[in-house]
């Protein structure tokens, strides 16, 4: 019996101390924790900060930088700690690029010993990351909350961060993240009070996720783009997904938009309205406008209302690379007559297709001349400003180039919109590469403990950017693996869009082309 006893205590005992030797940024079963399911943006991102709902938390932060985790302070969330003799930061922007640690430029080779998972493990000892195992950077900032706050849910939203990290609202932990391209968005309404807040920011600048961000870059650290507070009535849009596909002549198009629209209040609601408005020009130049009022009679606590509001355009007007015609949409939801939420956007009307070997868009053979593009600043890394957005995407068009690749991310959802203005098609391409390993290797791209990584990475690229005219192109990734993942990927993108093309660079049979 006492053996007995002492054989179950010991294998206790090594449970217990295996399970403190797993952290979350080394396990790629966990992607994140209490985030939100990853939308569409709800605003075109040049009207995000007049939109009443959204207020932006950029700014000067609070920070400190530690070489190791352990070295790191752990209570630093706590609200009674007074962090007024910190370091100041720029937010949004990368440590490096202010001072912290330094920039590391590698193109396949790890920053750290490539042992997958694991980012601890001891490199060389000539590597920055032998003494700089994985730098820890710690943020604080406050935001103030008005009230009444029981009509209201309130989101938190981060667009990039880099690498992994954990995310504390007035001392409570709210949840974790990693995938640095995509944006990570947390439910905060339980964690905060009225009047100030302490938001504290833990980021890993390494993590199991990075084995999928082996690009050749600059490594940097750091949350790079906005943080914003989103206030929304407890009765708000989740999500919607807009298409506009003209028919065989092109006489006429069908705009559809499907909206999710969520009632997270303590009972049921009723008299819910949506209206869609969208205005342009046809194609003979003339004016048109179309709308349409749908009622949601009823929607129960905790449950979401799928509305499909329809649109026949007539000689509609199309969008592509030489004539980027967009027709403006306007969305406004009610409840009981009164206005509670209003957003912008757009759309273009415009079908791809394969013939032969030949891209059709819109039934005309296109000729791509594409050019990669990184969202680099040689100042500020891979926080970009509008300004050279738009340099480069003017540049681009002199150089008589049609196409960019978002080499190889997807990129800060302002250089969509603009793509959609000046016209540029855009190959949008996931945050997915394992190049350490090889080419079509098998360790990553057919091994099951990274499939749940892999469709995370194709899911936040296609929810986020479904409703950009100007992508044509879907790429799973760049010199990843091959196998049960990169199969699992393009599945995922067809279900979910199957209004463009797929592309894989390391798999003919997944892929609807090959260059």
């Not at 001392?171 to 974790?176: L, R």
């Not at 899911?459 to 993942?485: F, H, M, T, Y």
């Amino acid at each position: 019996m006492k053996k007995l006893l002492f054989s179950i205590l010991m294998f206790s005992l090594g449970y217990a101390i295996h399970g403190q030797e797993i952290n979350d940024w080394e396990n790629p079963q966990v992607i994140g924790i209490n985030k939100e399911p990853y939308h569409a943006n709800l605003t075109l991102p040049s009207k995000r900060h007049s939109c009443g709902e959204c207020e932006s938390l950029d700014g000067i932060w609070k920070f400190r930088w530690y070489p190791r985790p352990e070295q790191r302070k752990v209570d630093f969330y706590e609200p009674s700690l007074d962090v007024s003799d910190w370091d100041d930061i720029v937010v949004p922007g990368e440590w490096q690029m202010q001072g912290y640690g330094i920039p590391i430029y590698t193109n396949w080779t790890m920053p750290f010993k490539k042992d997958q998972p694991r980012v601890m493990s001891e490199p060389p000892a000539n590597y920055y990351s032998y003494v700089n195992r994985n730098p820890v950077g710690q943020y604080v900032t406050s935001f103030k909350v008005q009230g009444p706050m029981k009509d209201n849910t309130y989101y938190l939203h981060f667009g990039g961060v880099e690498s992994a990290m954990y995310v504390w609202v007035n001392g409570q932990k709210v949840g974790y993240s990693e995938n640095s391209m995509s944006p990570a968005e947390f439910n905060i309404t339980p964690y905060i009070q009225e009047g100030d807040n302490k938001l504290a920011v833990e980021v890993y600048s390494y993590s199991d996720g990075s084995y999928l961000e082996d690009q050749d870059m600059w490594r940097l650290s750091g949350i790079f783009r906005s943080v914003d507070l989103w206030t929304r009535p407890n009765v708000h849009i989740t999500d919607y997904v807009i298409t506009a596909i003209p028919n065989e002549d092109y006489s006429k198009a069908t705009a559809k938009i499907n909206f999710q629209v969520a009632n997270l209040s303590k009972k049921s609601r009723k008299n819910i309205g949506l209206e869609v408005a969208i205005n342009g020009k046809d194609n003979k130049g003339k004016d048109v406008s179309y709308s349409v009022v749908k009622n949601i009679k009823k929607i129960a606590s905790g449950e979401n209302a799928c509305v499909e509001v329809e649109f026949n355009l007539d000689n509609p007007s199309l969008w592509s690379s030489e004539k980027p015609n967009l027709y403006n949409v306007d969305i406004t939801l009610s409840s009981n007559g009164k206005a509670s939420e209003h957003f912008n956007n757009h759309l273009g009307v415009r079908k791809v297709e394969i013939k032969g070997e030949m891209i059709y868009y819109n039934g005309k053979p296109i000729k791509i001349k594409g050019v990669n593009r990184h969202e680099f600043h040689p100042r500020t890394g891979r926080t970009m400003d509008r300004a050279t957005m738009e340099l480069d995407l003017k540049i681009i068009k002199q150089a008589n180039v049609n196409l960019i690749r978002t080499s190889h991310y997807p990129d800060d959802p302002l250089f969509y919109e603009l793509c959609d203005i000046y016209g540029l098609y855009v190959m949008d391409e996931a945050n997915q590469e394992s190049h350490a390993y090889g080419l079509k290797n098998r360790e990553l791209g057919d091994n099951p403990d990274w499939t749940k990584a892999h469709l995370d990475r194709a899911e936040s690229l296609v929810a986020r950017d479904k409703n950009w005219p100007c992508i044509l192109i879907w790429s799973l990734g760049n010199e990843g693996g091959q196998g049960i993942n990169s199969v699992a990927m393009a599945e995922k993108v067809r279900g979910m869009d199957s209004t463009r093309l797929v592309f894989s660079d390391t798999d003919r049979e997944i892929s609807d082309f090959y260059d």
